[in-house]
């Protein structure tokens, strides 16, 4: 038996914490947890039967078929938020229809329980915004084209340090900015890289 596992297991587990954070950082995460949550009691209830002793009491409606679909359609959008940040707005938006169509069709709503998650889910989908590179001194990153001209006005050793790429992600590739306003087929820039 080795004295050094317990640390060396520690290592992995603070690698796995520092990067699920880091994955978790980077899509609305809290809004796709609340809105799967939010799922499962609508499409619980309405087939859960409570036995007290020898009476049975289910609280089936006849709508069940409608709370499974709602309360399945609910998982899928808190599943697709975690994996597809993209469709973030869709998604809560879908998700704040469905919580309020959920209330007449499946025991208001599992109860209210999923009603409430799945609203906050979906308002925190619609709010959530992807954060912005920061360079390495902790400020905002701008794009290269941004930082050229403070380079140029830069004296001595700042020179330096005002060269150095001014953002970078976890592949150290440079910052890029989305915008593509200025590319079009006459100046060969239409999105598309050509391969020569």
Known sequence: MN????AQDEHYL???KRKFRDWRGARPFWAGLLVLLGGVPIMYFPYYSLQIGHLTMAMSTTAGAGSLIIGVLLVVLGIS?????HVRTFAGTAAILLALVSLPVSNFGGFLIGFLL???GGALAIAWAPGVPESKYGEPAKPESAAAPVAA??????AEA?????ASNELNEPYEPNDLSGTSPVNGANGRHSAG
């Open 3 to 6: 004295a050094e596992s317990p």
């Open 14 to 16: 603070r690698v796995f």
């Open 81 to 85: 938020l975690w994996f597809q940040k």
């Open 118 to 120: 799945a609203m906050v």
């Open 153 to 158: 006005e830069a004296d001595g050793a700042d």
């Open 162 to 166: 005002a060269a150095e790429p001014s």
